[in-house]
């Protein structure tokens, strides 16, 4: 009796080990969104601007008006973190986030970096799934941490399925 009830219970570990397997390497994701981030920042060895930039996505991204603010500091003519906030952020502009890629970075002479990242977007209405993309240009300065000079929405479009 003791022995089939061992069996079972590898047979379980066994399906369930599988099963993990088989998604982990069809997705490269572990269950349940576990380790999953979003954000892909490495760039051809760099970190494709600041880890400002990443911040302030990531801020946009949740809503975070006080973070954007504070992000916004070194900015000449910074975007109004409210608008931004009630148009593109997962909670208030009703927007599923699902990738976010740097499309490239350049290191300029002057020292700054210009860095290009695209989001895609998802929204779900009465009729289904809405998708698209936004584009961002964003101007730092490598010295002490990175420092964002500037944010510019490019383009804000869905995508043509």
């Known amino acids: 009796m003791r022995n089939h009830k061992l069996v079972t219970l590898i047979m379980i570990l066994l399906i369930l080990g599988s099963a993990i397997a088989a998604n982990f390497a069809i997705t490269r994701e572990l269950p349940f969104g576990i380790g999953n981030d979003p954000f892909n920042f490495h760039v ?9 930039v990443q911040n302030w996505l990531y801020a946009l991204r949740d809503g975070n008006v006080a973070a954007l603010s504070l992000l916004d500091k070194n900015m000449s003519q910074p975007p109004d973190p409210q608008q931004l906030v009630s148009q593109f952020s997962q909670p208030k502009g009703h927007l599923t986030w699902k990738t976010i890629n740097v499309i490239s970075a350049f290191q300029e002479s002057d020292s700054t970096i210009d860095s290009f990242v695209e989001v895609d977007l998802s929204a ?4 289904g799934v809405t998708s698209g993309y936004m584009v961002w240009h964003f101007l730092t300065v490598s010295q002490s941490g990175g420092i964002l000079l500037n944010a510019t929405l490019v383009d804000f479009r869905p995508s043509l399925r």
Not at 124 to 127: L, M, N, R
């Open 44 to 52: 051809k060895g760099g970190n494709g601007g600041s880890d400002q």
């Open 124 to 127: 779900t209405g009465p009729a």
